[in-house]
């Protein structure tokens, strides 16, 4: 059994839905094939700003929701013949109509939850996968298409919901089991919680739904189909002369997809990473690609960096203080206090004096964490113990990962040397003890650059003297 993910670039309109089908042809002449699929590119954006357009009481939504009907039945249209459209145009406005419903009640109320707004997103996965699901049968490729929300069950903490695996992992190998079909398709991103209602997995949740599908049979292989050919030394849109990583492993790919690599959701990993399920990346687009392959030991990596990573709207958060010298607590007060708002906390230094500790994280998040941690800190700040938290924006994080620099000395001198040379003021600095990734907390405006420096000092220079790529 292998299990294919395609993503919303990968099922955009009905030319690269008819690449997906070519894909899928080859690969069920040789094994039984999962296919989960994204909502067609965008769609996900349009239901929430409907959802969000109807709670503000702006009829705006039914136009919005209208463009997102015509664009499935067009692609309907185009993808299936004219004598075998009628069901499936028909299916299509049904769910549209359902999702009209649940606006006008949103619209009504003018209230939107976050149940409400998971339930209204599932239907972007829902169309995508029944839609493809018919063309592959007016194809006579048997297709069983399988609801995801009936076999992966979740939390009810609705938008981003947490997995029961020991019922998901049950619920999936058994209904596998008793199937005869060797094609089956299913919608990513959704689930549902233990009384059946609908959840999601999170942006990017595809991803994720292949790997616990994947990881729960076990699968020989996942491959995730996008619209690049594997993940890259660093991001293209920055850098001119970026490498295709050949092969990665799991707690390198972790590192960069945390970091800003958008070419794989970062829960991905750990299901596939567990069972030791290799997992490629794969480009849509030019299948005939090697593309990247993720797994539990790589050879051929002379080289002591995998990539280079980079995170923007970044703030820093500082709280400083004699007061908090040799006192222990303040690190466990500091982080609970932003845990019970569920602000993520990115990036962490502490100076070796206790006098400091800076926090890194999505700017967005900034105004409402410093004034969470003034009050949590309000008698030491008024007693001059400590200072009140300094926050710094226009901030980015620049991350070198690599499993051999842990065997390489000089790695943080040559990363910081290049940047200082080249005028890139670094604001803060994080290494992990497993010497995977260091990281540094620059402003926005020298990202490019810093990238471009690092990628040349660590990768052009390097790849034409041993000829790699």
């Avoid at 004219?82 to 028909?90: C, D, F, N, P, Y």
């Avoid at 990115?346 to 206790?354: A, K, N, V, W, Y």
Wanted: net charge negative; charged share 20%; hydrophobic share 45%.
């Amino acid at each position: 059994m292998q299990v294919l993910k395609f993503g919303g670039s990968s099922v955009a309109n009905a030319a690269n839905i008819n690449k997906v089908i070519e894909i899928v042809k080859e690969k069920i002449k040789t094994d039984k094939i999962i296919v989960v699929v994204s909502a067609f590119g965008g769609i996900t954006d349009i239901l929430l700003q409907c959802s969000q357009l109807a709670a503000e009481g702006n009829e705006a939504y039914k136009k919005k929701l209208h463009e997102a009907e015509l664009r499935h039945l067009a692609t309907v249209k185009e993808l299936i013949s004219i004598t075998q459209q009628s069901a499936v145009l028909s299916l299509v406005k049904t769910l549209c109509n359902e999702m009209e419903d649940i606006c006008t009640g949103i619209f009504l109320l003018k209230e939107l939850s976050e149940r409400t707004k998971d339930r209204i997103v599932s239907y972007g996965e829902i169309l995508s996968s029944k839609i493809i699901a018919a063309k592959l049968n007016t194809e006579a490729i048997t297709c069983e298409w399988i609801n995801s929300a009936e076999l992966i069950v979740t939390n009810a903490n609705y938008g981003s919901a947490a997995v029961d695996f020991s019922i998901t992992d049950k619920k999936i190998a058994d209904y596998f089991a008793a199937s005869t079909s060797t094609l089956f398709m299913m919608p990513g991103f959704i689930a549902s919680d233990i009384n059946g209602v609908t959840t999601t997995l999170g942006r990017g949740g595809s991803d994720y739904t292949a790997a616990i599908v994947a990881a729960a049979l076990p699968a020989k292989v996942l491959e995730i189909w996008t619209d690049v050919s594997g993940m890259m030394t660093a991001d293209p849109r920055l850098v001119a002369n970026v490498k295709i990583i050949p092969e990665i492993s799991y707690q390198e790919a972790m590192e960069l997809s945390h970091f800003g690599a958008k070419v794989i959701y970062p829960p991905t990993i750990q299901p596939v990473s567990s069972k030791g399920i290799p997992t490629w990346i794969k480009n849509t687009f030019a299948p005939q690609d090697n593309g990247t392959v993720i797994q539990k030991e790589t050879t051929n990596n002379t080289n002591s960096i995998r990539g280079i990573s980079s995170i923007n709207s970044i703030a820093l958060l500082s709280l400083e203080g004699s007061g908090m010298i040799g006192i222990p607590g303040f690190s466990k007060r500091l982080f609970e206090a932003l845990a019970v708002k569920k602000i993520n906390v990115i990036l962490i230094t502490q100076s070796s004096s206790e006098h400091s500790i800076c926090v890194g994280m999505d700017a967005s998040n900034a105004d409402v964490a410093k004034a969470i941690i003034d009050e949590a800190f309000a008698y030491e700040i008024e007693t001059k113990k400590v200072d009140p938290i300094t926050v710094e924006k226009d901030l980015a994080i620049v991350a070198l990962v690599g499993d051999n620099m842990k065997s390489h000395p000089g790695i943080s001198g040559k990363m910081f040397g290049n940047l200082g040379r080249n005028g890139v003021n670094v604001r803060a600095i994080a290494q992990g003890s497993s010497e995977r990734n260091i990281s540094a907390v620059i402003c926005t405006q020298d990202v490019k650059k810093a990238i471009n420096v690092l990628h040349e000092e660590f990768f052009e220079t390097v790849y034409k003297e041993i000829n790699l790529f």
